[in-house]
């Protein structure tokens, strides 16, 4: 074992947290997102769950390197490297907070305190179940996120009286902590999550469930889903459900804003975890050229951006169908409405694979695709509300196209 050196705390930090392509996709996103809540302080809806992700993302950045450390024995190897890593990520989730305490100020609205003090229970609760339970992970952020992504969107203000529980839940947990399993434990089993956690981008769904009744999507979307796998039409299979269920729950409760809310966050998360996947996977791109079914690596990526153009055309009337259903509850929304909104989608998806088609390195990627995903998003919502006359749905129109010929033009540099 080598001996303890005194170092800088920061040393080493960019190998840690950007070079690692597991912690590198949250804490990256946790860095933009918390940087543009102080944009976006003027807008509560939007900097609640701003406030929110950032804090449970960067939570989740040091969950994968618990796991990382149960994952390989550099914790044995090299003394303080534990205690150095976790420092780390410690100082990191002060600065998160800092900054989102800096936003809640600016925004002179108290009820956002009660948010972050209950984001960082539930990042808490992540790493701590994660630096014991290697193969939770995945099931234990994305139900987080879900938790979190509903407080947000059903109530409006959390009450006040949440921060002492919350303060109080935190300390009980710090405290109890070590009674209830031994933490960063090398354990076998890890190694095989930290790599099944790369591959698949860390998809919450099974890969046996559903998988018989995606065949003909798959087949359909191929060469698309040669990079992302049968999580493709899992995904897809999946959002059809959310929308029957947000639709059928509609007929008794006017949610539909809720509802397309959900359904944009979701069909664009779903986006980031088909290009990380089709990243990690680039270097099996000569072998999909090869295939006698193209006559040369160009025509191979014509039919990947054909198939993206695809997976669009699907998004957009899926998107379409239900917008329309919600809307016979809620006849405020108009037919440019419904449109425009369905384009938006369509388009944020060409261009979300546009910028995987350039970008090669993860660390980019995350950088584009956190912007990419806000801009959609927004953009989106936006025409839901407000893309109610023809000449906004003419520039979606034109908009769509445009990311349309970019997705083709971009296929070159795959």
């Known amino acids: 074992m080598m001996q303890a050196s005194t170092r800088p705390w920061y040393q080493g930090a ?20 918390s940087f ?3 944009i976006a302080t003027g807008i509560e809806e939007l900097i609640t769950l701003m406030i929110m992700f950032s804090t449970i993302c960067m939570y989740s950045a040091i969950a994968w390197q618990s796991i990382k450390m149960q994952a390989t024995e550099w914790q044995t190897l090299v003394a303080g490297y534990r205690e150095h890593v976790m420092f780390q990520g410690k100082v990191f989730i002060v600065f998160s907070n800092l900054i989102s305490i800096l936003s809640i100020i600016i925004a002179g609205n108290i009820n956002l305190l009660v948010t972050l003090t209950l984001a960082n229970l539930i990042g808490l609760i992540i790493w701590f179940l994660n630096r014991s339970f290697s193969h939770l992970f995945t099931s234990v952020c994305y139900l987080s996120f879900f938790i979190a992504t509903l407080v947000c969107v059903l109530i409006e203000q959390l009450p ?93 409760y006017n ?53 993206v153009l695809k997976l669009a055309i699907l998004v957009a009337i899926l998107c379409f169908v239900t917008a329309s259903t919600l809307s016979l509850v809620n006849p405020t929304f108009l037919i440019f409405n419904i449109l425009s909104y369905s384009l938006a989608c369509s388009a944020g998806v060409l261009l979300s694979f546009a910028i995987g088609n350039v ?29 109610d006359s023809v000449s906004k749905l003419t520039l979606m129109v034109a908009y769509t196209l445009a990311m349309a010929a970019i997705n083709r033009f971009t296929a070159r540099y795959l």
């Open 14 to 33: 960019v190998n840690f947290w950007l070079k690692d392509v597991g912690s590198a996709s949250y804490f990256i996103a946790a860095t933009i997102t």
């Open 36 to 38: 543009l809540c102080l």
């Open 160 to 252: 006040i009286w949440l921060i002492p529980v919350n303060v109080v839940a935190y300390i009980a947990i710090v405290l109890a902590n070590k009674n209830f399993s031994s933490a960063y434990k090398w354990r076998s089993d890890s190694l095989t999550n930290y790599r099944n956690g790369l591959q698949s981008g860390w998809s919450p769904i099974p890969s046996g469930l559903l998988s018989n009744y995606g065949s003909s999507i798959n087949k359909g979307l191929f060469p698309l889903s040669y990079f992302v796998g049968s999580g493709l039409s899992q995904y897809l299979i999946l959002l059809t459900l959310l929308c029957t269920l947000g639709v059928a729950v509609n007929l008794f």
């Open 255 to 307: 949610i539909t804003e809720h509802v397309i809310f959900v359904l944009t966050l979701t069909l664009f998360a779903i986006v980031s975890l088909s290009l990380w996947s089709k990243v990690q996977k680039h270097n099996s791109w000569e072998l999909l050229s090869t295939l006698p079914i193209y006559n040369s690596s160009y025509s191979a990526k014509v039919a990947l951006s054909n198939s």
């Open 359 to 387: 970008c090669k390195n993860i660390n980019l990627l995350s950088f584009f695709m956190c912007i990419s995903f806000g801009l959609n998003m927004g953009l989106a919502n936006y025409m839901f509300d407000n893309g």
